[in-house]
C-alpha cells in the first residue's frame, strides 16, 4: 500500500513565536518532572530509611542503601534536567553563546552524575567488578 501523500496546502502553518512556544513549553515540562523525580525519590528513600533504622538487621545498611537511592534519584532528575536544556537550547534560541552555555552546563552536570555513580558504585567505570567469594557451608 503505498504511503499516502500530504499536499502542501494540508500541513497547518505554524509561526516561530508559536513554535518556540511550544518548545519552552515543553522544556519546562521536562525540567519540572527532573525536579519531581528528585523530590519523590528523596522522599521515597527517607521513608524507606525510617522504616530500615526500625528493624535492627537492616539498621546496619540502612545508611548506605538511603545514600544508593537518594543517589539514583538525583542521578535521574539531572538526566530530564539536561534533557531540557538541550531542548531549550538547540530549539529557541540555537545562538553560539547559548551553546556555549549549554556545554558548560551539560558539562557540569555530567561530571556530577559521573562523581554520583562512581560514589553509588564504589569503583571507576573502567574498574571490573570485584569478584565474589563463593559461599561456604
Not at 519523590?40 to 539498621?59: E, H, M, S
Request: no cysteine; proline share 7%; glycine share 8%.
Amino acid at each position: 500500500m503505498p504511503y499516502p501523500t500530504w499536499g502542501v496546502a494540508s500541513v497547518p502553518r505554524v509561526s516561530d513565536a508559536e513554535f518556540k512556544n511550544t518548545v519552552d513549553v515543553v522544556s519546562k515540562v521536562i525540567d519540572g518532572a527532573g525536579v519531581v523525580v528528585i523530590v519523590f525519590g528523596l522522599l521515597i528513600a527517607t521513608g524507606a530509611y525510617a522504616v530500615y533504622q526500625r528493624d535492627p538487621a537492616r539498621r546496619r545498611t540502612a545508611y548506605r542503601v538511603y545514600r544508593q537511592q537518594v543517589g539514583k534519584s538525583i542521578l535521574l532528575g539531572l538526566e530530564f534536567l539536561v534533557a531540557a536544556d538541550i531542548i531549550r537550547t538547540v530549539a529557541v534560541a540555537p545562538t553560539f553563546a547559548g551553546v556555549g552555555v549549554l556545554a558548560v552546563v551539560v558539562a557540569v552536570r555530567t561530571f556530577l552524575s559521573f562523581a554520583l555513580d562512581v560514589e553509588l558504585s564504589g569503583q571507576w567505570p573502567w574498574q571490573s567488578p570485584p569478584k565474589q567469594s563463593p559461599p561456604t557451608n
